[in-house]
């Protein structure tokens, strides 16, 4: 099984930074990709960031020039750095990983982390 610990979650002011990181540890072959999503009270989760295994990154335009997603392959880690923090960015920040492969065969299975918050304020 897999075990997923985030961590860099807090509180800042408008305009401040964190960094968010995620770890993954097992016995994994590959992350196809690793994620970033967020969840405001009465809002749905949106995906903020990812990555693929092969380093392609997507963000939601909300995010565009503010976040940095980076991982690591060879640790199965996952970074968020956020810049220009702003009140609507205020959420809980939950690591995903999408199919995590554990051979050479192409399947595997999804994992979230617990979340951490991000509170944002002026």
């Known amino acids: 099984q897999v075990q997923l610990v985030e961590s860099g979650g807090g509180a800042v002011q408008a305009g401040g930074s964190l960094r968010l990181s995620c770890a993954a540890s097992?016995?994994?072959?590959?992350?196809?990709?690793m994620d970033w999503y967020r969840q405001a009270p009465g809002k749905q989760r949106e995906l903020v960031a990812s990555?693929?295994?092969?380093?392609?990154?997507n963000y939601a335009d909300s995010v565009k020039g503010r976040f940095t997603i980076t991982r690591d392959n060879n640790k199965n880690t996952a970074t968020l750095e956020m810049n220009s923090l702003m009140a609507e960015d205020t959420a809980v920040y939950y690591c995903?990983?999408?199919?995590?492969?554990?051979?050479?065969?192409?399947?595997?299975?999804?994992?979230w982390g617990e979340g951490t918050l991000v509170t944002v304020s002026s």
């Open positions: 995903h990983l999408g199919q995590v492969r554990f051979s050479i065969e192409p399947v595997g299975k999804d994992y």
């Open positions: 097992g016995m994994i072959f590959r992350i196809d990709t």
């Open positions: 990555a693929t295994w092969r380093g392609a990154t």
